[in-house]
């Protein structure tokens, strides 16, 4: 009877219960994340050449799919560098939030690659601790673009030549991007022309160069001859032929004429002055009588000869005449 009362009393116990309606129930929490860079490349593009903003953004949403508030966490990893977003987004059901992972590079950073990781983790459900791990993640690459910069320098800003002497001309280029290059050298075209005009013979034996970043500088050396001297030269205090000419060098990048838009070139000058000693006037004298006298010996030649042939037709007359 008393095992009967108990029965009785659980049955009318398990009635009385409520019953949650399928429709209202309540899933478990949960996050979506997505992100994404506008760069054309799909990755977040930073420049980092002088006066760059130093600065690549990712645009990410964040999304709740369940029927109650969320608060999730936000975490960025990024292999380094600094980066900026929020550090918590309240969103109630069904709602989603937009917002920016901006990451930062150092000026002059070496040409790389980094992976970001942002992710996104529930933290609180309906105001209490989720009961499970509830989070999404999106990975993404950090470009750290490639940028030129060179410098030129003149081994020597003058030099003072004979006439018709051979020399070297040197000069230094220094590779200031942020990865190796490859570098055009050569005259400029109005350095070149004027120069082969007044009368010089130039040869350039190396005209590419390739350069690792910020390293030692590469030499370029331009082998040239200077001119004859010209008689309507000047003539200087030391009674000498002389006059001065420019060399221009040029060098110019060409990852910069390939990926930047424009060609960045450098110039550098080293002043040439060439000379050559003015003939004495005994030397001119001396031609000049060297000219005279062999133009009267000719016509002492000439002079005897044609005596030599009067007075054979005379002797020739005379003898027919005795006939």
């Known amino acids: 009877m008393r095992l009967k009362a108990i029965l009785i009393c659980m049955i009318f116990s398990l009635t009385v219960l409520p019953i949650t309606p399928a429709d209202a129930q309540v899933g478990a929490p949960s996050v ?19 006066g760059a ?87 993404m690459i950090v470009s750290i673009l490639q940028f030129s910069g060179l410098q030129v320098v003149a081994s020597e800003a003058s030099l003072t030549l004979e006439s018709e002497f051979e020399q070297d001309v040197e000069f230094q280029v220094f590779n200031q991007g942020n990865w190796h290059d ?8 109005d350095s070149l022309q004027e120069l082969e005009y007044a009368g010089f013979s130039i040869s350039i034996p190396l005209v590419k160069i390739e350069i690792e970043s910020m390293s030692p500088p590469a030499n370029a050396r331009i082998v040239l001859k200077t001119p004859k ?14 006059k001065t000419f420019t060399l221009e060098f040029i060098a110019t990048s060409e990852f910069s004429c390939r990926s930047e838009g424009y060609c960045n070139s450098e110039t550098a000058y080293t002043t040439i002055t060439v000379y050559a000693e003015v003939s004495s006037p005994e030397e001119s004298d001396s031609k000049s009588g060297v000219i005279s006298n062999s133009m009267d010996n000719q016509l002492l ?23």
């Open 32 to 50: 979506n994340l997505e992100c994404e860079s506008l760069d054309p490349s799909g990755a977040v593009e930073i420049e980092v050449y002088p």
């Open 53 to 139: 903003d130093l600065t690549g953004i990712a645009y990410c949403t964040v999304s709740n799919p369940n029927s109650y508030q969320e608060k999730i966490d936000i975490q960025v990893s990024s292999d380094g560098l600094v980066t900026a977003h929020p550090g918590t987004i309240t969103l109630g059901p069904n709602a989603e939030e937009d917002f920016t992972v901006t990451v930062r590079a150092d000026q002059r950073m070496t040409m790389s690659s980094r992976n970001m990781m942002v992710r996104a983790t529930v933290t609180e459900a309906m105001n209490a601790p989720p009961p499970n791990i509830a989070e999404a993640e999106v990975s």
């Open 182 to 189: 490859r570098f055009s050298i050569g005259l400029t075209k």
């Open 229 to 242: 001297v010209s008689e309507d030269w000047p003539i200087n205090s030391d009674g000498q032929h002389e």
């Open 301 to 323: 030649v000439y002079g005897g000869g044609g005596a030599g042939v009067i007075l054979l037709l005379i002797l020739f007359v005379v003898m027919r005449k005795k006939k």
